[in-house]
């Protein structure tokens, strides 16, 4: 027997999304900082990459999504039975206990073993944070909330991620694992803060029993497939940047000092937009935010490749930064639509594909990208570029023709039958 969860914000809705926030922050900040430096770490060189080790670091560094992405549709099953929060908790010190292990050596076992285990972990921890804010928020505010999640979120992987490129510009390699061990502490922070911030709450009752065709409910849909394919495309590019920026940044003579400057200036304006636009999607419709972030997306990638080929000019960068302004419109809408189609007692499930789409796109895009890099070179990159704008742009298109048939369908069958 199971009661339905919450489908408005509730009185207590403030207070667990506010453990989720901040639990969310220090969660990604912990992830970010280690994952950073973990090509320098495993590598043991800080500056610049010999080509020998980039196939080997990149499958260890792809071993996180790949844990995350064989095992997340199970967490998502285990939070709409056991509970969101049992998950994020159990998620969140199994993360911090994990980068403690990997602190402890540098062998490729040791790292490529705990790195699939935090996958698992980071996917749970997803999962049921992504249903913890569907749950407490309304539709009228979904944009809002699912806005201030995705700012939390992000914010904390680029100020964990530049402050992890500092550390590789400033610090000794040797002192490295230090920042394994800070990664964790702060993992563990989240983990307190999440357990004061709720306790004394009451979780609404689950499904009690594992049933696989939840899975197919949850995801075998179209809406849900056209509202996460999307970010398999994006993920395949930020997965790519995660791994191999602070090594080539260094190898072309840029300070990874102010490249961690840079990044940490765009998640602090990441704070401040992605509630706006989260806001204004509320406010003037999913659709429209859709597309403007897909434009955005398409610019940045095609700019990108002309820094490439061409060298960081003025007028591209400029051009760099309005793309990705509009860019940052994307998130919020898409994760309130896929809000919008999911239902309350698989939603947790429904979540899980969103995680696993960007898990799969961090694997294919470190394997793709330096596959192709090593092959055709620049244009190797610009291809990969193309492919990332193709994907995202085709998805889109498809949801929003999706949305303009469900539309004219609606004004049908409400129209007067003609006499």
């Not at 939070?79 to 206990?97: E, K």
């Amino acid at each position: 027997m199971s009661s339905a969860v919450p489908e408005h914000a509730t009185p207590e809705s403030p207070r667990l999304l506010r453990a989720v926030f901040g639990s969310t922050f220090f969660i990604r900040f912990g992830f970010g900082l280690t994952v950073s430096v973990f090509v320098s770490y495993f590598t043991r060189e800080s500056h610049g990459l010999h080509l020998s080790a980039v196939g080997l670091a990149g499958f260890l560094s792809a071993l996180a999504p790949i844990g995350e992405f064989t095992t997340v549709l199970v967490s998502g099953l285990a939070a709409d039975r056991f509970g969101r929060f049992p998950i994020l908790l159990g998620g969140t010190v199994s993360a911090s206990l994990l980068l403690t292990l990997m602190s402890l050596g540098r062998s490729a076992a040791l790292l490529g073993g705990g790195n699939f285990l935090f996958g698992i972990a980071s996917g749970a921890i997803l999962a049921a944070s992504l249903a913890v804010v569907a749950d407490q928020s309304g539709k009228g505010e979904r944009g809002l909330e699912m806005g201030r999640f995705d700012a939390v979120n992000l914010l904390g992987y680029i100020l964990g991620f530049a402050a992890g490129l500092g550390a590789v510009g400033t610090l000794p390699n040797a002192e490295l694992p230090w920042l394994f061990r800070i990664g964790a502490a702060v993992l563990l922070a989240g983990f307190i803060f999440a357990l004061f911030s709720v306790r004394g709450y009451a979780e609404p009752k689950y499904r009690n029993t594992f049933q696989l065709q939840h899975i197919r409910v949850a995801v075998l849909r179209r809406d849900v497939l056209l509202l996460v394919l999307p970010w398999f495309v994006i993920y395949m590019l930020l997965g790519t940047a995660f791994a191999f920026l602070a090594s080539a940044a260094s190898g072309v003579g840029f300070p990874v000092t102010w490249l961690a400057a840079l990044i940490a200036g765009g998640g602090l304006l990441l704070l401040l937009t992605q509630p706006w636009f989260g806001r204004q999607a509320d406010k003037r419709g999913r659709p429209l935010f859709l597309l403007l972030g897909t434009v955005g997306f398409v610019s940045l990638l095609g700019l990108a490749g002309l820094i490439a080929q061409y060298g960081p000019r003025d007028i591209l960068i400029g051009g760099i930064a309005v793309s990705a302004l509009f860019a940052l419109g994307y998130g919020p809408a898409a994760l309130a639509s896929l809000t919008d189609v999911s239902q309350s007692v698989t939603r947790a499930t429904t979540m899980a594909v969103y995680s696993l789409v960007i898990s799969a796109g961090m694997v294919v895009g470190l394997w793709g990208s330096t596959a192709l890099y090593s092959a055709l070179g620049v244009a190797g990159l610009d291809l990969f570029f193309l492919l990332i704008a193709g994907g995202i742009t085709l998805t889109t298109t498809l949801r929003l023709d999706d949305l303009k048939a469900q539309r004219l369908l609606a004004r049908e069958r409400s129209a007067p039958p003609s006499s």
